[in-house]
């Protein structure tokens, strides 16, 4: 509840700000507001779950972990963008509080204990993306994903909206736990109940990029600034993946035998349309969209199992996956930039990265640790975030889908090595690559916190 008025509040105070002739307020302004706003999210940590808003919002650890996640995401991904100041043609007021309004959708995506906030949550957060993705307005490649995600993100909610409609039809309540007591109350649901789930689910599995639902993501991803492209993957991610879990989990899990055949052919579908076509791409940013579609895969499997030990998969795969991304995308935007700078093309291809360990031993390490938690190598966050899912599927009893999972995972380790081997095994120009003090700290600060869940995963476990 505090988050969401801080971040209103404060988001329209960094907006006047751009009223001043000078910009250099904004980002410390920035930081200072989500600094603020994550410390009063853990305030209430060891308080007993609360309801806001005449029931509609809901407050516990596992939302305040999650809320977290996306604003300690934020927060290392709005140090990375000190270029708005520098750039004439940007509005960084306007970036600011958009981002800032943005988490406001995510906080109540979390938290909603009413399909009518979650909608409200989806809209703020989608709205703002759209704008978003469409900020640089001379590149055209920005304004063609800001139109297609426009288009298909509005034909997604209509489809949420009406599977809302239908829920509603058949149990006469958008509560969540009404909408339990339903299913748990009623041995044959109605034929509109089960309709309407699956369209719900349909609206946000867009949302996370799952497939069949995430042919906008490529293009999206990589016509949208690579800052924002960062942000998208990974708040927008943790906020749909914590608002579906939410809704299986808390309303629907005695509908179990119904809707899970359904999202275990997802799943798959997701695992084999993320890897298999990320290992022809030639950009790296269009490795990472299809990239960040075989991770919604993975984390479609804890949501599959729904066994007890999903809760917990869900939230450390997504700090390791937030944590992984923001990195490599952090070092994309320092040696992109850098190659713009020496031919006047910025090039976001995997030979952006030649010779990146001798140009800068640490963006090149930054860079393989990276990678290495995205493929889920030992020693890293993202090999525990695999072994937490797996584990999960294991206990359902779900073999056949865990082969599926094990091999893509191989596939995956083929495409996320091409950015290391470019970087210590390829020649590139001559020359150094110099790194601002502020992104050298960022990108530190997500290696080391990766290598430590890497060397002690049990910390977050049952923290939730």
């Given at each position: 509840?505090?988050?969401?008025?801080?971040?209103?509040?404060l988001?329209?105070?960094?907006?006047?700000?751009g009223f001043?002739?000078?910009?250099?307020l904004l980002?410390?302004?920035?930081?200072?507001?989500l600094?603020?706003?994550?410390?009063a999210?853990?305030?209430n940590?060891?308080?007993?779950?609360?309801?806001?808003?005449?029931?509609?919002?809901?407050?516990?650890k596992l939302?305040?972990?999650?809320?977290g996640i996306?604003?300690?995401?934020?927060?290392?991904i709005?140090?990375?963008?000190?270029?708005?100041?520098?750039d004439?043609?940007a509005?960084?007021a306007?970036?600011?509080?958009?981002?800032?309004f943005s988490l406001?959708?995510?906080?109540?995506m979390?938290?909603?204990?009413?399909?009518?906030?979650?909608f409200v949550?989806v809209?703020?957060l989608?709205?703002?993306?759209?704008?978003?993705?469409?900020?640089?307005?001379r590149?055209?490649r920005?304004?063609?994903?800001?139109?297609?995600?426009?288009?298909?993100?509005?034909?997604?909610?209509?489809?949420?909206?009406?599977?809302?409609?239908?829920?509603?039809?058949?149990?006469?309540?958008?509560?969540?736990?009404?909408?339990?007591?339903?299913?748990l109350?009623?041995?044959?649901?109605?034929?509109?109940?089960?309709?309407?789930?699956?369209?719900?689910?349909?609206g946000?599995?867009?949302k996370?990029?799952?497939?069949?639902?995430?042919?906008?993501?490529p293009d999206?991803?990589?016509?949208?600034?690579?800052?924002?492209?960062?942000f998208?993957?990974?708040?927008?991610?943790?906020?749909?993946?914590a608002?579906?879990?939410r809704?299986?989990?808390?309303?629907?899990s005695?509908?179990?035998?119904?809707?899970?055949?359904?999202l275990a052919?997802?799943?798959?579908l997701?695992?084999?349309?993320?890897?298999?076509?990320?290992?022809?791409q030639?950009?790296?940013?269009?490795?990472m969209?299809y990239?960040?579609?075989s991770?919604?895969?993975?984390?479609?499997?804890?949501?599959?199992?729904?066994?007890?030990?999903?809760?917990d998969?869900?939230v450390?795969?997504?700090?390791?996956?937030?944590?992984?991304t923001?990195?490599?995308?952090?070092?994309?935007?320092?040696?992109?930039?850098?190659?713009?700078?020496?031919?006047?093309?910025?090039?976001?291809?995997f030979?952006?990265?030649?010779?990146?360990g001798?140009?800068?031993?640490?963006?090149?390490?930054?860079l393989?640790?990276?990678?290495?938690?995205?493929?889920?190598?030992?020693?890293?966050?993202?090999?525990?975030?695999?072994?937490?899912?797996?584990s999960?599927?294991v206990e359902?009893?779900?073999?056949?889908?865990?082969?599926?999972?094990?091999?893509?995972?191989?596939?995956g380790?083929y495409y996320?090595?091409k950015?290391?081997i470019?970087?210590?095994?390829?020649?590139?120009?001559?020359?150094?690559?110099?790194?601002?003090?502020f992104y050298?700290?960022?990108?530190?600060?997500?290696?080391?916190i990766?290598l430590?869940?890497?060397?002690?995963?049990?910390l977050?476990?049952?923290?939730?």
């Amino acid at each position: 509840m505090l988050p969401i008025i801080l971040l209103s509040i404060l988001g329209l105070l960094v907006l006047f700000l751009g009223f001043q002739k000078s910009k250099n307020l904004l980002l410390p302004a920035t930081l200072l507001v989500l600094v603020l706003t994550l410390i009063a999210n853990f305030a209430n940590w060891n308080d007993a779950p609360s309801l806001y808003f005449k029931g509609m919002l809901f407050e516990n650890k596992l939302t305040m972990a999650f809320s977290g996640i996306v604003l300690i995401s934020a927060l290392l991904i709005s140090a990375l963008t000190r270029g708005f100041i520098d750039d004439e043609a940007a509005q960084p007021a306007e970036y600011y509080a958009i981002m800032l309004f943005s988490l406001v959708g995510a906080i109540i995506m979390i938290g909603y204990e009413n399909l009518l906030m979650l909608f409200v949550g989806v809209e703020i957060l989608s709205v703002s993306m759209y704008v978003l993705t469409g900020s640089d307005k001379r590149n055209l490649r920005s304004n063609e994903a800001a139109l297609k995600y426009l288009l298909m993100g509005s034909f997604a909610t209509g489809i949420m909206l009406f599977g809302m409609a239908l829920l509603y039809g058949a149990t006469g309540s958008f509560n969540l736990t009404a909408l339990k007591s339903y299913v748990l109350t009623n041995p044959s649901p109605s034929v509109m109940m089960y309709v309407g789930l699956l369209m719900l689910l349909i609206g946000m599995l867009f949302k996370v990029s799952a497939a069949p639902f995430h042919f906008w993501t490529p293009d999206v991803y990589d016509g949208a600034p690579t800052v924002f492209t960062a942000f998208m993957s990974t708040i927008v991610k943790t906020a749909g993946f914590a608002a579906i879990y939410r809704l299986l989990s808390g309303s629907f899990s005695g509908a179990y035998t119904f809707w899970w055949s359904t999202l275990a052919g997802i799943t798959v579908l997701t695992l084999l349309a993320g890897n298999i076509t990320a290992v022809y791409q030639n950009s790296f940013k269009r490795m990472m969209a299809y990239s960040s579609i075989s991770h919604a895969g993975y984390l479609l499997l804890s949501l599959t199992a729904l066994s007890s030990q999903s809760q917990d998969a869900i939230v450390f795969y997504s700090l390791a996956y937030s944590l992984a991304t923001i990195s490599a995308f952090g070092v994309l935007m320092i040696v992109s930039k850098e190659t713009g700078v020496r031919s006047n093309e910025v090039s976001e291809s995997f030979n952006a990265f030649n010779g990146l360990g001798k140009k800068n031993p640490l963006l090149a390490f930054v860079l393989t640790v990276s990678m290495l938690s995205l493929a889920g190598i030992p020693l890293t966050a993202g090999f525990w975030g695999k072994f937490f899912v797996f584990s999960s599927v294991v206990e359902r009893g779900l073999t056949w889908i865990l082969i599926v999972a094990v091999l893509m995972s191989a596939v995956g380790i083929y495409y996320y090595f091409k950015a290391v081997i470019a970087a210590y095994m390829r020649e590139g120009e001559a020359g150094t690559i110099k790194v601002p003090q502020f992104y050298r700290l960022v990108l530190i600060a997500t290696t080391i916190i990766t290598l430590f869940f890497g060397l002690l995963p049990d910390l977050l476990k049952g923290l939730v």
